[in-house]
Nanobody, 123 residues
Framework: QVQLAESGGGLVQAGGSLRLSCQTS????????MGWFRQCPGKEREFVAA???????NYADSVKGRFTISRDYAENTVYLQMNLLKPEDTAVYYC?????????????????WGPGTQVTVSS
């Protein structure tokens, strides 16, 4: 089964940018749709973005136009470029993987999860 490891979190001022990375291992990267989720203390985990097996994308309304998900098949890695960050983007960000049809970038139903990386946006 696939293993996931996030990196790239940190502290940034409002309006700034961060790029999260999720390195995968243990299975064929192209078998999986990949997603990013986030969770704030006391709140449920929420969908942020997803990319299909062939690179199609899907975004939560709250991040459209600011965040970009992409995947590098040579590096077996999925990225989340986050621009124009807001304090309300502060959360633990999780990478996730799911076997899915090639064209589907699902917002739920993921089977495999990374441990998460903290993103803090100061005002």
């Amino acid at each position: 089964q696939v293993q996931l490891a996030e990196s790239g979190g940190g502290l940034v001022q409002a309006g700034g940018s961060l790029r999260l990375s999720c390195q995968t291992s243990g299975d064929t990267f192209s078998k999986y749709a990949m997603g990013w989720f986030r969770q704030c203390p006391g709140k449920e985990r929420e969908f942020v973005a997803a990319t299909s097996r062939i690179g199609g994308t899907n975004y939560a309304d709250s991040v459209k136009g600011r965040f970009t998900i992409s995947r590098d098949y040579a590096e077996n890695t999925v990225y989340l470029q986050m621009n124009l960050l807001k304090p309300e983007d502060t959360a633990v960000y999780y990478c996730a993987a799911k076997t899915a049809p090639p064209f589907v970038a699902p917002p739920m139903g993921y089977d495999y999860w990374g441990p998460g990386t903290q993103v803090t946006v100061s005002s």
